[in-house]
């Protein structure tokens, strides 16, 4: 796989995780109102920081795994893949963008807001010790400045939605109505499992170590 196929799967996979609904997506509407269109970036950088310390983590962890277990993390991370998929699909009926859910304590800093819905979100730590470690192994088969490519595109899925959702929030405009936005959920959705099964089979076709 290329450098740049790497970015925009970092990209694309990123953004089906961006999309779905939660705290941080919700602490980047509430932050926007208050602050302004730059909470969108100063949340990502928060976000940026928790998932900086996770990489490491996986990452030094990955150089004591024995190659033939790569299969078993391509059909796990395929697994995961696929079932936040169907979680993505789920989410999507009644989910709206407009309205941020109650509940999510308010943070005066875009920044820690960004950190601590990152960290305290139990989604976020799953997909990296299960899709996300799986798509980082995938990664270095180019090397560092494969793994490198892969998140700085997933970095960038984040960056450019959540400086969109505030930049629409503070413009007092509404630039997707609840429908479209459940619709795009539900491409994400697809997307997510049509990912899946792309990473099992690509597992499965790993030539026996």
């Not at 796989?1 to 990123?14: K, Q």
């Not at 269109?37 to 795994?65: K, N, Q, Y």
């Not at 969109?164 to 429908?179: A, C, G, L, M």
Request: net charge neutral; proline share 5%.
């Amino acid at each position: 796989m290329s450098l740049v196929e790497l970015t925009i799967l970092g990209f694309v996979i990123g953004l089906t995780g961006a999309l779905a609904p939660g705290p941080t997506l919700i602490a980047t509407i509430q932050s926007a109102v208050r602050n302004g269109w730059m909470s969108g970036p100063r949340v990502t950088m928060g976000h940026i920081v928790a998932e900086f310390f996770v990489v490491l983590l996986i990452i030094a962890g990955i150089p004591f795994l024995p190659s033939q277990y790569t299969v078993y993390i391509a059909g796990f991370g395929g697994a995961a893949l696929i079932l936040f998929g169907i979680m993505t699909l789920k989410s999507a009926k009644g989910a709206s963008f407009s309205s941020p859910a109650a509940g999510v304590s308010r943070v005066d800093s875009p920044v820690v807001a960004g950190l601590i819905t990152s960290i305290s979100n139990p989604y976020f730590w799953i997909w990296w010790f299960s899709v996300g470690s799986a798509l980082l192994v995938s990664s270095l088969t180019c090397g560092i400045v494969g793994l490198i490519a892969f998140i700085a595109g997933h970095w960038l899925s984040d960056l450019s939605w959540f400086t969109f959702v505030s930049v629409s929030i503070h413009k007092s405009r509404v630039f997707i109505e609840d429908r479209e936005y459940q619709i795009i959920l539900m491409i994400c959705g697809g997307i997510l499992i049509s990912f899946g099964l792309w990473f099992i089979a690509s597992g499965l076709l790993v030539p026996p170590a």
